[in-house]
């Protein structure tokens, strides 16, 4: 049994609190919103980082923005314990989280970043993927936590790794997401059956995740937020700001952040993800609902 922190406590991480809590683990939690950490039964919730890191050997952090990791670090460090690591699965920037691995060495303490994809669904599921970076002694004291928190672990390497791969395994997510929408475009601008063209795309090859798995959830609006589009703004910046830090041309990763950009600025940023048929749609004019299944005897002699 290890003492673990838990602090954001939003879809992701008040979903991994409780799989800890049911794992034996003795868990702390906090979170802006104290009702959440009242709501995570079987936990202890406390009021701010520093009593998570003084009751904690590993803190696991879950929070919207690199510049909120870094105010919680701030003020875990001073009370965490010589040796404790502070774990962090949001999504960050590889440099920034490179800095502030320096930061705790020097302090004695110890970083490693684990951001994953499989959304509130994975976390709950315990099917998640974890990309980590940090040095090969801290994950593996972590290693053990993440391993029964998802389906797949993989260390990449050092801090920056990790981040590193959220953001191009992201890249390619949203990319996938927004070209199935501009090819659902096109053919809904020439009158094509939507169903029809979605059935030639997964038979013909060029198909992805989305067009295999979401899209025919596509006339379903407004579900409740799991993964907002104001966060995939976010990650969307951080991903081109990557492209331009490593010196890699990715006009694609510049044009997917003006897509989620222009999506918050319709108003539309405390979308789930999935809203970003609503951003295709006020763009171009055109419904892109799929409308009700054919009946299955439809047709028949």
């Not at 404790?84 to 920034?96: F, G, H, N």
């Not at 994975?122 to 974890?130: E, H, K, M, P, Y």
């Amino acid at each position: 049994m290890e003492h673990v922190g838990v602090i954001g406590l939003g879809n992701i991480g008040g979903a991994i609190a409780a799989n800890l809590v049911a794992d034996g683990h003795h868990v702390t939690v906090s979170d802006v919103d104290p009702s959440r950490a009242r709501a995570v039964a079987g936990a202890e919730a406390v009021a701010g980082a520093a009593a998570v890191a003084a009751a904690s050997e590993i803190t696991v952090t879950s929070l919207p923005t690199p510049d909120a990791v870094a105010g919680v670090a701030d003020q875990w460090v001073d009370a965490a314990a010589a040796e404790a690591i502070l774990l962090d699965i949001s999504t960050s920037a590889p440099a920034t989280n490179r800095e502030l691995a320096a930061r705790l060495r020097g302090s004695g303490h110890h970083f490693v970043e684990a951001p994953l994809t499989g959304g509130a669904i994975g976390a709950q599921n315990r099917s998640l993927v974890f990309m980590v970076g940090g040095d090969d002694e801290a994950v593996a004291r972590c290693m053990p936590i993440l391993d029964k928190l998802g389906r797949a672990t993989f260390h990449l390497g050092p801090v920056g790794a990790g981040t590193t791969m959220k953001l191009a395994n992201s890249l390619l997510a949203f990319t996938c997401i927004w070209a199935s929408l501009e090819a659902l475009s096109l053919a809904a601008a020439a009158d094509l059956d939507l169903r029809t063209a979605i059935d030639v795309v997964r038979t013909g090859g060029a198909s992805n995740f989305f067009m295999d798995r979401m899209v025919d959830g596509i006339d379903t609006r407004g579900r409740p937020p799991q993964f907002s589009l104001t966060l995939a703004a976010k990650d969307a910046r951080l991903i081109d700001d990557l492209a331009v830090d490593s010196g890699v041309p990715a006009p694609v990763a510049g044009a997917i952040r003006q897509v989620f950009a222009d999506a918050v600025e319709r108003g539309l940023g405390e979308h789930d993800w999935s809203d970003l048929v609503l951003a295709a749609e006020a763009r171009t004019g055109l419904d892109l609902t799929l409308g009700a299944a054919p009946d299955a005897g439809e047709g028949a002699a």
